[in-house]
């Protein structure tokens, strides 16, 4: 069976959860499970790759950024170090300064892809374009990519993608956007999975706002081919995000999500904290450095924010349907989503 047609996906969750253990439970669950790969260095995502085929011997894909165009700019990142300073200072961490890079080499990783024959590939905030879909499918790979309205998904398919996942407006984590500005990229799923279906000759998977057997039975009733979970994945047992995030999603029903893009300069659903309240006119465009310079600045803050248990310096990514999510083993939670897919 084609590794796409199953119903239930974990969707790609970079950073803190991109881990071997959450993968493997949810492929051998009858999952189709993706690694997201974006934030990992070359060497470790080939480790990670290697440690989730020793643990399953099921299909799994991996997610990576599509590279973006950024430039440098010393004002704007002055004026980003300053606003930096006292959430640094409060956690008695040194003043933040520039990083030797910012983001892991696209390059190096795709060929980690390709030296390790991973089979199925996604890509988030881009059009990989037909010659690199054509590529990685003459090397038997599948490619799948994501859209958050009827633009993204038509210009995907004009570049052969096999699959195309309709992101809507309610996901956690970033958005996946590519094509006009941020206002027309905000399509709930509701409204934007049925548009996708109509518009594209591909399966289409519906990612936002799907936490439990309804939301399932919803997508499916829009026409999605299968879809992509999130946020009630970060609540798994084999997700290993730190205490305070833990603790925070937890909590989720007492907390509002926004849409914040002050941590990596892309614009991103989460938890709302301090710093996000205190960031908030921070817009890409604006004062604020082309993404991923953000990204890189933040580190350390998110990482000493992590250590010192702090959920106010953390990127809380989190979806509207956080409340509907349930501590549980990631096989229990396939299960439950599952319940709901007739057929
Ligand atoms: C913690 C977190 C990290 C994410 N990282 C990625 C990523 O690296 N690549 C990607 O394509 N999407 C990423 N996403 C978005 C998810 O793949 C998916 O679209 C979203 O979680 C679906 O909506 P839901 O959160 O309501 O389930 C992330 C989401 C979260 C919550």
Known sequence: MNPLQRPIWLAPLGGEPACAPLVAAVAEAGGLAWLGGAYLAPARL???????????????????FWPQAWRRDAAREAHFLQ??????????????????????????????????????????????????????????????????????????QTSGVDAIVAQGAEAGGHRGSF????????????????????????????AGGIADARGVAA?????????????????ADECPVSPAYRAALAAGAAHDTVLTAAFSG???????????????????GGALPDFPIPNALTRPLRQAAARAGLADGLSLWAGQALPLARSAPAAEIVRRLAAGWRG
């Open 266 to 284: 892309r614009w991103a659903r989460g938890l709302a904290n301090r710093y996000t309240r205190e960031t908030a006119a921070l817009q890409p």
């Open 219 to 235: 997508a499916q009733a829009l026409g999605a081919a299968a879809v992509a979970v999130g946020t009630a994945f970060l609540l």
């Open 46 to 64: 080939a480790a990670v790759i290697d440690e989730i085929r020793a643990l399953t011997a099921q299909p799994f894909g991996v997610n990576l």
């Open 179 to 206: 094509l006009n500005h941020l206002d027309t990229a905000l399509v709930g799923t509701l409204a934007l999975v049925p548009q996708v279906v109509d518009a594209v000759q591909v399966p289409v998977i519906a």
């Open 83 to 156: 606003m930096l300073a006292p959430f640094h200072a409060a956690l008695g961490l040194a003043p933040p300064v520039l990083p030797a890079r910012f983001e892991e080499s696209f390059d190096e990783q795709l060929a980690v892809l390709r030296e390790r024959r991973v089979p199925l590939i996604s890509f988030t905030f881009g059009d990989p374009g037909t010659a690199l879909v054509q590529q990685l499918q003459a090397g038997g790979a599948r490619v799948v990519g994501t859209a958050t309205n009827v633009p993204e998904a038509l210009a995907l």
